[in-house]
Structures are given as C-alpha cells and as structure tokens.
C-alpha cells in the first residue's frame, strides 16, 4: 500500500488536490476508450461496407464536429455548469454506445446505425474536450498548470495514441461487440469519476457582456485578436498546421516510396512519434523549470522547421525514425505548453471560446495543409510536401519569432482557485 501511494504521489502529486486526481482518472479512463474507437470504429465500417465513400464518410464525421460544433461548445462551457456538461456529453456518449452494442449482439447493426452512432459519439466528445481543458485551472494552482497539463496529455498520448488503437483492433479481432463493450465501460467509469470533482466558484462576466450566443462568440473572438501571447498561439497554431498538414497527409505514401516500408514498418515509425512524446512527459518538469516557456516555444519552431527539411533530405527508415521520435517529444512539449499558457492568460469566463477558437484554428491549417498534400506530391515529387513545409516553416518562424516575447507574460487574470471541495459548482 507505501508502495502504491509513492507511485501516486510521484505521479500526481498531492499538492495538485484530490478535484484534480479525479478529473485526470475521468480523462485517461476516456482517452483509453477513445483510441479503442480510433481503431475499431473504421474497422466495423469496414466490416459492413466496401463502398470508400462511406468509408471515408466515417472518417469525416469524426472530425467534421470539432468545426461545426467547437465555437458553440465553448460558449456553453462559458455560460453553463461545466462538470454537468462533461457528465451529460459522457452520458450520451453512454447511451449511443449502448444502442450499438445491443445492435451488434442482435446482429443488426446497418451502416446507417453505425455512421449515427459516430457522429454523436465525435459530437458530445467536442463538448467533452473543450469543457474538461477549462476544469484544470479552476481546480490547479496557476504554478502547477505545466505538470497537471503534462499528465493529461501523458495519459492521452499513452492511452489513445499507443494502446487504445492496438487494444481496439485485438478487441475487434475477437468480435465485433467486444471494443463497443469496452468503450461503453470505460466512458461509464469516466463518467462516475468526474462526478465526485467539486468545482470552486467562478468569476463570470457581468450581465451587460452576456447576450445571445453570438454576440459571445465575436466576445471571444475579440479578446483573442487584442491578447498578443494568445492572438500569437492561434496564429501559429493555423499556419504552422498549414505546413504540417501538407507533409503529414501523404505520410504512409512516403513511409512507401520513399523509405520502402510496408504497412507494419509504417506503424512502427508513427509509433516513433508516441515513444518520443512519452520521453517528454518525463522531462517537461525539469525543462520548464530551466526554460522560460516562450523559450520552449521557440525551440519547438526550429524542431519543427528541420523535421521536415530532416524528412525530405532521407531514405533511411532508421533517420526517419529517430526524427519522428525528437518530433514526437517537440509535439508533446508545445501543446503542454501552449495549453498552460492559454489557462494562465485567459480569464476563467472566456477559456471556452477562446480554447475553442485554438482548436479550431489548428484544425483549420490541418484542413488546409491536407488539401495541398496531394498536389504538391503530382507537382514536385513525393518528397515536394516537407520542402514545401520546410521553406514555409522557416518563413514563418522568422515572422513570428518576435512575437513569441509575449509568450514570457507574467500577468495572472484568473483568480487562485479555492480549494477543491469547499463549494460544489
């Protein structure tokens, strides 16, 4: 029992409180249950049609809602109780399962059923994410952001990047109501974990600033335009994402072409990603204590910018493996950070919108970069994706760079939480 608690309080240390515990046991509960669903929901689409644009339809509405959704998420996690939001998306996320497996164990489950049951579940997770990243700093103090950031994200990389899909496709293999099963589960634990999570009290905006929904939308549009630290995330967020995108979408055609691996060698290097983010959850504690963050932000640009130069200039799956791998630990040092810098700068009533509007501008660039992917291999050959991401890079870290000072802000908007426990929200 000394044993467990040692590793408890090595891993979530005491002082970040017991809301908090429970809310990042809810988070890696659900992560688990969302990479299982990475894997085997294409899978059972698969299973049930060969037609590609059902297929790719699938896959559509699985990202699609962040976009259609994510701006009126955040203005409803703004206005409303946010624990309840995070139980009831989890709830119907519960519930969709539920139908799902009762029609896969009576054998008849249809695509339509299955396409109806994604969307709702990618749906009510928009609601979930943006609400759960606006819980952290009303339960953390503002010194603790980094670490409390760096075990969410340490569980997400871990459980829906690295096991949750390998998981997901053992489940499957052993029938198709087995993953839908387990993610029912896992969400319903979830669920019972971020109810005991007592929320603190919450500044709000005065009356005369809340109106309807969009009247708050362009709210929080307008702080984020006139915060330098934050207009500078998102702005990086989309452009970077743009070149990002770009190289990213055509990936397993140059792990092919260009590298000569197969399917198996191309999981291998995407696993290279995950392991070098793993790597980085267990040093971000000491490098945010020597380095400044936006100092963290500016050596992620050049890590980013030389990856793709590194990616266009090799043949060797080995290289490639070793840059996806420092890629990897670049990828989980910035949106640890990104994240902190956002719960420190942004009042506790705009972080909603204002996570929203992040989110939304880095699926942007990805949409962006995607559309440009395709192109610029039937231009410039396969490797014209990572030069082209490797000179707009390093255009864009020399325009941006100066703007990343006001990343180093000191400025604390938000009011230190009261300790977990004494109110319920």
């Not at 996806?324 to 956002?342: D, E, M, P, R, S």
């Not at 006001?406 to 604390?412: G, I, Y």
Request: charged content about 10%; glycine content about 10%.
């Amino acid at each position: 029992m000394l044993v467990v608690r040692r590793v408890v309080e090595a891993v979530v240390p005491a002082r970040l409180g017991n809301g908090f515990r429970w809310l990042l046991a809810s988070s890696w509960a659900t992560n688990l249950s969302d990479g299982i669903a990475v894997a085997a929901g294409p899978l059972l689409v698969a299973s049930l049609t060969t037609d590609p644009l059902l297929v790719a339809l699938a896959a559509l509405l699985r990202w699609a809602p962040q976009l259609v959704f994510g701006l009126w998420a955040g203005v409803l996690s703004d206005r409303l109780d946010r624990r309840r939001i995070v139980l009831v998306a989890n709830a119907v996320r519960v519930g969709a399962l539920g139908v799902l497996v009762g029609a896969l164990v009576t054998d008849r489950v249809s695509v339509p059923v299955v396409l109806l049951t994604l969307a709702l579940l990618a749906t009510a997770e928009v609601f979930v994410d943006n609400t759960t990243r606006t819980l952290t700093p009303m339960l953390v103090r503002r010194e603790d952001l980094a670490i409390a950031n760096a075990r969410v994200l340490a569980g997400f990389i871990t459980l829906n990047k690295l096991v949750g899909p390998a998981l997901g496709a053992v489940l499957f293999a052993a029938g198709r109501s087995w993953p839908f099963a387990t993610n029912t589960v896992l969400l319903a634990a979830g669920l019972l974990l971020v109810s005991r999570v007592s929320l603190p009290p919450r500044e709000r905006e005065s009356a005369g600033q809340h109106r309807d929904l969009r009247q708050d939308i362009v709210a929080g549009f307008r702080w984020t335009v006139r915060h330098p630290a934050v207009r500078t995330l998102c702005l990086t967020a989309l452009v970077f994402n743009i070149t990002y995108g770009a190289a990213w979408s055509i990936l397993v055609l140059y792990a092919e072409a260009r590298l000569g691996l197969g399917a198996v060698g191309f999981g291998l290097i995407s696993t290279a990603l995950a392991a070098g983010g793993l790597l980085a959850t267990v040093g971000y504690g000491w490098l945010t204590r020597r380095v400044s963050l936006g100092g963290v932000m500016r050596a992620g640009l050049i890590i980013e910018t030389l990856t793709h130069l590194g990616l266009a200039v090799t043949t060797s799956p080995w290289v490639a493996s070793a840059i996806l791998f420092g890629f990897g630990a670049h990828a989980f040092a910035w949106g640890t950070t990104a994240l902190t810098i956002l719960q420190r700068a942004v009042p506790i009533y705009f972080q909603g919108r204002v996570n929203s509007i992040y989110t939304m501008s880095g699926f942007g660039g990805l949409v962006v970069g995607a559309a440009l992917g395709g192109p610029l291999v039937t231009l410039l050959g396969m490797t014209g994706p990572f030069w082209f991401a490797f000179v707009g890079s390093a255009l864009l870290v020399g325009g941006l760079w100066r703007q990343f000072g006001h990343l180093a802000h000191t400025d604390d908007p938000t009011p230190t939480p009261v300790p977990a426990g004494s109110t319920t929200h």
